[in-house]
Nanobody
Framework: QVQLVESGGGLVQPGGSLRLSCAAS????????MGWYRQAPGKEREFVAT????????YYADSVKGRFTISRDKAKNTVYLQMNSLKPEDTAVYCC?????????????????????WGQGTQVTVSS
């Protein structure tokens, strides 16, 4: 089992930045990838970014490419999401997720069904 706890959300003005953190505990050795998803009110859950735990390769949704950066600190068992140039449409609950199985296909890593463990989420609100 893997437990995930997100932090770092809050209220920020358009154009501002936030850094989200997701701390993992439990069976860390079983993690192959970790991802960030978001869900806005009345909308479906949306893939944001993912990172392979061992080699650090990353993949992003087009909507955040060039503005968001996912990274991980293996020593701290933590994955981060640095969000810059935030827009009102980035407002959502952001959740991190962990996958126990390996996949070479980014399309699979962008699919929520691929992940085995989920955090509770942290609210990000972008508003002036």
């Amino acid at each position: 089992q893997v437990q995930l706890v997100e932090s770092g959300g809050g209220l920020v003005q358009p154009g501002g930045s936030l850094r989200l953190s997701c701390a993992a505990s439990g069976s860390i050795v079983s993690i192959n990838a970790m991802g960030w998803y978001r869900q806005a009110p009345g909308k479906e859950r949306e893939f944001v970014a993912t990172i392979r735990w061992n080699d650090g390769d990353t993949y992003y949704a087009d909507s955040v490419k060039g503005r968001f950066t996912i990274s991980r600190d293996k020593a701290k068992n933590t994955v981060y999401l640095q969000m810059n140039s935030l827009k009102p449409e980035d407002t959502a609950v952001y959740c991190c997720a962990a996958a126990a199985t390996y996949s070479s296909r980014w399309s699979r890593l962008a699919d929520g069904a691929y992940y085995d463990y989920w955090g509770q989420g942290t609210q990000v609100t972008v508003s002036s």
